[in-house]
């Protein structure tokens, strides 16, 4: 969708743009297509297969649908195909060695770099560079998508970063002001504290495992100033036995023993910790900044109790952790089906962000479905087009934008740091048993548990 409206949008978005993009070209020597091969695949007959959410129900399988004949009339050239595939940890190698991906699929930020260096997804930066939104991208979020010349081997279509969801009415039958939520990590726990005192709620939930005990105990880490990694040329150190680990390990323990404001369930993975948090029986917890649309869709929150306020960041590194989505090309695809799959991701998950159009249009099938529009998001692109999307679709926002002004006032200007960017799933797996342990064990050995998963994170960097 090239409407003149986009055109207009994306010649302003250039100007303003203070940190562009300017290393995306691919060469010969780099193994991606040039310029002139690029164009010369973009109009060859093909056909892609490209992915799509497993276990839709079949309204949304025929929405999607309906974008794919949209798509091949503006392309006649492209013949679309979806397949169901779905980013799981424990299977996505699996899938990638057997062959079995889509030739468009989505993978996590702290995949990316990995794919790229091992050359398991296709070069498309000179594809990616021709796009009229190319210097557009911000540059913290496009970094996770690039290879180490800096071309845009990736395109990041969504990202976020950590946040501290609250419920507005536990706020208030608590006694707390749901407008004048916690700053302070000082503050959240005496929050959880008096939360679990005056309401049958759990004052501060975390989550435990599959893998999620590990990422939030790392964000926690991220917040009070340290990092699970440091990387040196070719070599990566894990900084998980230091004195940062330990500190977020004795908030927890202190909430959970010295407070008691923690409950009872101290096994919590992402969709556990959502659905309770949605049902009214957590007061806080900490997840990603754009989890409103689960809560309000799948674990049916009231609009009117959610709360969502910027991660209390400590000393001078203090950061936020953050991460997002990347949309890839399959290193097997040929160069037509490469280019072609550009077109798709362009079409499919980047139009509804750059071009007013189609970003009405998305808006509005998505509240004719009942879905959330609106929820203020950690942009892709520089503050220039996200300002611009956001007007594009203000008649048809239908969240309480005052009740997610916490967060998005503040985040903006918070620091992003990525996930640690080595065996990052090894890592959090490796932490999710210390977190276990600490919430269950009051004399667990802190200083055993994380030397033992400094140790085995550490082989499984060295390993590669």
């Not at 799509?52 to 050239?77: H, K, S, W």
């Not at 000082?186 to 590990?214: H, L, P, Q, W, Y």
């Not at 939030?216 to 040329?233: E, H, K, S, W």
Request: aromatic share 8%; hydrophobic share 40%.
């Amino acid at each position: 969708m090239k409407s003149s409206r986009r055109k207009t949008a994306l010649v302003l978005v250039g100007a303003m743009t203070v940190s562009a993009l300017t290393a995306c070209s691919s060469s010969d020597d780099d193994g991606g297509l040039t310029p002139a091969e690029a164009s010369a695949a973009a109009d060859e007959p093909v056909t892609i297969q490209v992915a799509i959410d497993e276990g839709l129900e079949q309204g949304a399988i025929d929405a999607f649908d309906t974008r794919i004949a949209e798509f091949e009339e503006e392309n006649p050239n492209i013949t679309v195909e979806r397949q169901e595939y779905t980013w799981v940890g424990t299977t996505f190698a699996a899938d990638l060695a057997g062959g079995t991906l889509p030739d468009v699929f989505t993978v996590p930020f702290t995949d990316g770099r990995g794919l790229i260096e091992r050359q398991q997804v296709a070069d498309i930066s000179a594809l990616v560079d021709e796009l009229p939104y190319a210097e557009a991208f911000n540059p913290n979020i496009a970094a996770a998508g690039q290879g180490p010349d800096g071309g845009q081997q990736a395109i990041p279509i969504a990202a976020y970063g950590q946040a501290v969801h609250y419920n507005r009415g536990i706020f208030t039958e608590a006694g707390l002001d749901p407008d004048d939520p916690p700053t302070t990590w000082d503050e959240v726990r005496a929050a959880a504290r008096t939360i679990s005192e005056k309401t049958d709620a759990t004052g501060f939930a975390e989550m435990t495992k599959s893998n999620t005990g590990g990422w939030i105990l790392t964000t926690l880490v991220y917040a009070m100033g340290g990092r699970a990694q440091t990387v040196d040329g070719d070599t990566t150190t894990a900084t998980i036995d230091t004195p940062e680990y330990r500190e977020a390990l004795q908030y927890l323990h202190d909430l959970r023993w010295e407070d008691d404001s923690m409950g009872d369930e101290f096994l919590y993975d992402w969709a556990t910790s959502h659905a309770d948090f949605g049902a009214g029986k957590i007061g806080m917890f900490v997840s990603g900044g754009g989890d409103y649309g689960n809560l309000a869709t799948q674990n049916a929150m009231n609009p009117d109790d959610y709360g969502v306020t910027a991660l209390p960041l400590e000393g001078e590194d203090g950061a936020v952790l953050g991460g997002g989505t990347l949309a890839a090309v399959n290193a097997k695809a040929t160069d037509a089906e490469q280019a072609a799959a550009v077109r798709w991701i362009d079409f499919y998950y980047m139009s509804k962000l750059t071009d007013e159009d189609a970003a009405v249009a998305d808006a509005q099938a998505t509240a004719d479905q009942g879905q959330p529009v609106g929820v203020p998001i950690l942009p892709v692109f520089d503050q220039g087009t996200e300002d611009a999307r956001r007007e594009w679709i203000a008649d048809l926002t239908n969240v309480p934008l005052d009740q997610f002004a916490p967060y998005s006032d503040r985040v903006v200007d918070q620091p992003l740091e990525a996930e640690p960017p080595v065996a990052t799933q090894d890592l959090y797996a490796a932490l999710d048993p210390v977190v276990q342990a600490v919430l269950t064990d009051e004399g667990a050995d802190v200083d055993a548990l994380l030397a033992d998963a400094q140790a085995g994170v550490q082989t499984l960097i060295d390993r590669g």
